[in-house]
C-alpha cells in the first residue's frame, strides 16, 4: 500500500552536514507518524528519531539529539533527516519507516513500513 525511497545517503566528513530525504508513494493518507533508524554492520538496528504527521511532535535517541533534526512536507510526501556534526560512530545504512498509528514509537516493530535504506559513511 506505501513505498518508501530514502535518498541522499553518501560520505560526510566529521563535523559537516548531510541530508536524508525519504518519499512515500501510494496510499500515503494512511500514513501518521514516520521515524528513521539505522543498523552499522554486524550490529542490531537502532532508533534514530520520528515525527508525527504534523510535525509537532518529534523524538531522538540520547546519541543524536541537539544533532540531528527530522522534518516533513506532507505537500511532497517526503521526511528528512538533517545530520548537523555526524560523528564516525553515525556511520551505519539508515532506513525510512512508517505506521498507521500516531504516536511516535522507537521500535521497530511497531512501523507498518520501510524503505530500502541508505548507505551513511562519516570519515575523520
Known amino acids: 500500500q506505501v513505498q518508501l525511497v530514502e535518498s541522499g545517503g553518501g560520505l560526510v566528513q566529521a563535523g559537516g552536514s548531510l541530508r536524508l530525504s525519504c518519499a512515500a508513494s501510494?496510499?500515503?493518507?494512511?500514513?501518521?507518524?514516520m521515524g528513521w533508524f539505522r543498523q552499522a554492520p554486524g550490529k542490531v538496528g537502532e532508533f534514530v528519531g520520528g515525527?508525527?504527521?504534523?510535525?509537532?511532535?518529534?523524538s531522538y535517541a540520547d546519541s543524536v539529539k541537539g544533532r540531528f533534526t527530522i522534518s516533513r512536507d506532507n505537500a511532497k510526501n517526503t521526511v528528512y533527516l538533517q545530520m548537523n556534526s555526524p560523528r564516525l560512530g553515525d556511520t551505519a545504512v539508515y532506513y525510512c519507516a512508517a505506521r498507521y498509528g500516531t504516536l511516535v514509537y522507537g521500535l521497530a516493530g511497531d512501523y507498518d513500513y520501510w524503505g530500502q535504506g541508505t548507505q551513511v559513511t562519516v570519515s575523520s
Open positions: 515525527i508525527s504527521r504534523s510535525g509537532g511532535s518529534t
Open positions: 501510494g496510499r500515503t493518507f494512511s500514513i501518521n507518524s
